[in-house]
Every structure is written in structure tokens, then in C-alpha cells.
């Protein structure tokens, strides 16, 4: 055979192989029928927190909130979050926080995420930038509203329940949902060169993971779990809003994208210990689907690529005043040498990926929500849509 007549067979088999594994994925993915989610149970920080923060403190005002929702709604961005674009994805309306009393509805579940919480306790209060809604609570909150619904239901007008509670079946079947420890690795970064940040890391994972298993001892079996982002790369954390922070100098102390890289290093330890543990969890709950989703690389993609993704450089503001190591954040006024900064929004917050340097735009929730729907960041690598299989 000549040398190219092999190479045309060598083509075809690689060819016929690759259909044949690219087969196998399609298989593995739609042999079975999508999940019947019919309820979403979130947990996690103020990347997640559709109004906890809002309705149990101070109301949030404008400009958060000006792009989809025309109003303040308690979301720390202009518009959606990622847990949107996922409620909407699954097909349910928008999540409601728990603790917000009026008009709302949860019949495809609740949200208990809270901004500024922590998987570990606190030792702050609210006007010390703390939250009372740590994980551990959002899980008491989680088992009071499950007890409290299955006590309706069991009614004589339990049809009154139907249209804003799930029913009690659902909450097996529901999908449950988690992204918290960016406060923890924020409290680890102001204990550097004073505590073990190792140790400090792995308590953190441990407790995550006492609280993974309790929600599972209140019925949860779907859970889809979000590690933690680059908080190297919040704008507020990179060096060009800080210029006092003269260790900028160090070789070493900036990737390529300009992101803080110890900070970073620290938000991948914490990750690669929540990845173990999650395997971890396999094994003790074997009739349980337990997602881990790689947010940190999904937006670091984002990062890396955004003037090629269609937004501006990832440390530009569009809200919000950094400048010199002075930080008027969305929505505050200040006096600075003297002169009034009122803080306001950019023109086209859908050209920028942070919002108020420290949450992301809704154009940015929504491009990285695109990227992990599908699996593509997902250990094992199934769509959202079937992520219940257990293929463990
Ligand atoms: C908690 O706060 C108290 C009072 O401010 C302080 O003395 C204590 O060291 C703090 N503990 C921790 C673990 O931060
Ligand atoms: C770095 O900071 C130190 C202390 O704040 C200061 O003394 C020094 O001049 C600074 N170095 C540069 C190159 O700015
Ligand atoms: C897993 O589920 C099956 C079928 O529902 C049940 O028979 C089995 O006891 C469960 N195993 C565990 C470890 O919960
Ligand atoms: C998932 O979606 C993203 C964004 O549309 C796309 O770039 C990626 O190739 C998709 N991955 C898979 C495995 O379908």
C-alpha cells in the first residue's frame, strides 16, 4: 500500500473511531430521559443571593439591579446571576430568598443564599460586614421550610399550597445547589503570615462537607456544587486599583491576565480539597449525584479571553470608584482631597465583566453560565439537565 493509501486508512479508522466514541458520549447522555427537576434548593454568598440580604437589612437601591430587572431587587449585579440563568435554563421561574416575606413564590423552591456568608461561623455582625446566614444556618433555614410545607400539605385545603410550595415528593427530586467559600478565602487572605493557611483551608472544606451531609440527612440526593472563583481576579484585589500596594514589584506576584497569583493559589487549594471531598461523598452516599462544578477555570476563561469575548479589559469598573487605593463601591458617595464622588454606572454594563469590582455583570453571569450548563466544567462532564444520573 503506498504511503498515502495508508495514510487515508489510518484517516478513515481515526475517523470511524472517534463517531464511534463521540457515539458512546451521545449515548451516555441522552440514553436517559432529562431529569425530572421540579424544584431548585440554593445555598451560598452574595454570587447567589436573589434578595436574603436586601429583605433582611437595608433594601437595596439602584443602579443594581438596572438591566433586567429596572428596579433594586437584593441581586448584587446589574441584572441575573448564574443561579438565573440556570432556574431559567431548567425551565422554572426565578429563585426567591427565603427570607423575603412579600409577594413571593416558591414552588420551584427556594433560596437561601445570603451575601457575605461564610461556610464557617462568624464572629461579625451585619454593620461589621458579616451575616448571621452562614451555610449551616441556610440549612436549618432549608429544614424549617421542608418541615414547615410538609405540614401544609397534610391539610384539608392543601390545593391553597399547591401553586407556591413544592410538593413534598419534589424535595427528593430536587436539585441542589451550592456556591460559597469566596468570604472564607477572603477571611484565609487577612490571616496570611499569621495562621497556617493549609489548615485554615482544610477546616473550611470539612465543614462544607458536615454541612453537605446534613442537607442530605434532610432528604437532599442532587447536588450540584460550585467550587470557588479567581478572587485573585476581582478588580478590587488587582493591584492597578491599589497602587499603594507596592508588591506589585515582586516577580511573580501577577499572572499574565493580571490577576493576583497568590490570592488565586489559595482559591485553588480550597478547590482541589473540595474536589477530593466531593469524591469523597461519593462513595459514603453511592444512591446520591454529586456535581462538581469548576467555576474557578469557567471564569478564568472568561478572563483570559475577554476583549476576543466582546468586553472590555477584566479590571475596568462599571461601577463604582478605584482609584489611587481609594474605594467608593456602587451606589455610596464619599469626599475624596476634597471633592464629591457620587458613584454611578457605566453606559454599556454589557461590555463589562465586573460590575462593582467585585461581582460580575449579568453579561458576565450569563456567558459563564452558558459555558457550565452543558458539562463542559463538570466532574462527571453531564449537562445540568442530566446531572441526577449517578455514575459512580
Ligand atoms: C472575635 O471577636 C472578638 C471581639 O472582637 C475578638 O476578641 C476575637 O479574637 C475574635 N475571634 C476570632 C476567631 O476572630
Ligand atoms: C514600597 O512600600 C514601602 C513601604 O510602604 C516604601 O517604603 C517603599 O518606598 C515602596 N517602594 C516602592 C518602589 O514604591
Ligand atoms: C440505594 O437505593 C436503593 C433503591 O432505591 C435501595 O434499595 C438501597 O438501599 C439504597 N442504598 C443506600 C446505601 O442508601
Ligand atoms: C458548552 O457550551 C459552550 C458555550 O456555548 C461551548 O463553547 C462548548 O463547546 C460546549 N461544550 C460541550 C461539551 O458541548
Redo the contacts with the bound molecule.
Sequence with gaps: MSIMGSLTHFATIVFLLSWLVSIQADELKTSQKPCDFQAIFNFGDSNSDTGSMSAAFFPAILPYGQTFFHEAVGRASDGRLIIDFIAKHLGMSLLSAYINSIGTSYRHGANFAAGSSTIMRQNKTYFDGGTPFTLEIQIQQFNNFKTRTAKFFTQANKNSYRAHYPKPEEFGKAIYTFDIGQNDIAYVLSKVGKEDSQELISNIVEYFSKQLQNVYSYGARRFWIHNTGPIGCLPVSMPIHNVHHNSTLLPGYLDQNGCVNYQNDLAKDFNKKLKDEVLKLRTVFPNASLTYVDMFSAKYELISNAIKSGFVEPFEICCGYHEDGNHVYCGNKATINGKEIVTKSCNDPSKYISWDGVHYTEAANKWIA??IL???FSDP?LPITHSCQITH
Excluded: K, T, Y
Design positions: 452558558n459555558q452543558n458539562g463542559s462532564p
